[in-house]
């Protein structure tokens, strides 16, 4: 038996549209033995919202399955001053924080969403607020570093540029808490007690997903969903050990190759 980490957005749904076989492919999994943790990089909702919200496609899972960037930065960043740029949805899973307006020992950088809130939170002037912490010496962490996702529309700018532009105006370097981070992989392998030679990483991101989880010693399948682009496998940069059409061949593709 494995452990399988699952990546969530592109693969179990895009905007919220999920993407068919994934309830099977779990309930199949799940019969098959298969240790599993859902591991997202996603910032716009809280992981109990996020939960339901998967619930609601039919995909049976715990709440205290699904790994989210919040929670990961509420660990890391516990008792400090931060300037957080994030959706407010996600506020309340930064427990144990201070959040404050000036004065920061840190500047969080959350992700992007599909609603105006995006244009408030990535406003000139928070980000020159957070530029001004920064030249104070506050450090910079952020949820992902995502340059883009996936969305019913097409592709849509995610925060992975804001935090870029914060890197270089104040010439630091970020510290991300998300996937592809080694904390990030380290606490889901914890969760399940697995070995990362024997864990599958399964996702639809190239570099976050796929390269992050070789990086860290593990096998990868890519899904031709979500934001799997072609161009980037023929690159050949990073070689996933599997590729399938999506989330419903996973339990047959396992079965065979494990
Ligand atoms: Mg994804």
């Not at 976050?208 to 010693?217: E, F, K, P, V, W």
């Amino acid at each position: 038996m494995a452990a399988i980490l699952l990546d969530v957005d592109g693969v179990f749904h895009v905007s919220s549209e999920p993407i068919g076989g994934g309830a099977d492919a779990v309930r199949r999994l799940r019969a098959a033995g298969h240790r599993l943790r859902f591991v997202t990089n996603n910032t716009i909702r809280a992981r109990s919202a996020l939960a339901e919200e998967l619930r609601s496609m039919g995909i049976e899972l715990d709440d205290e399955e699904l790994q989210t960037t919040p929670r990961a930065a509420a660990a890391a960043l516990a008792g400090r001053r931060v300037l957080a740029l994030t959706m407010h949805a996600i506020v309340g899973e930064l427990e144990g924080i201070e959040l404050v307006g000036e004065d920061a020992e840190a500047v969080l950088v959350g992700g992007a969403d599909e609603t105006p809130e995006t244009n408030l939170v990535f406003s000139y002037m928070n980000l020159a607020r957070a530029f001004h912490e920064l030249e104070g010496g506050a450090q910079l962490y952020c949820l992902h570093k995502n340059r883009w996702w996936q969305t019913k529309h097409g592709p849509l700018l995610d925060a992975g540029a804001f935090v870029a532009g914060l890197e270089y105006a104040a010439d630091v370097e970020a510290i991300v808490l998300g996937k592809p981070s080694t904390a990030y992989f380290e606490a889901a392998l914890q969760a399940l007690d697995a070995d990362p030679g024997l864990t599958w990483m399964v996702g639809d991101d190239i570099d976050a997903d796929i390269g992050g989880a070789q990086s860290h010693g593990m096998k990868t399948v890519l899904v031709r969903t979500g934001k799997f682009r072609p161009d980037a496998v023929e690159a050949g940069r990073v070689r996933p050990d599997g590729i399938i059409s999506s989330i419903a061949q996973l339990p047959d593709w396992l079965e065979e190759h494990l």
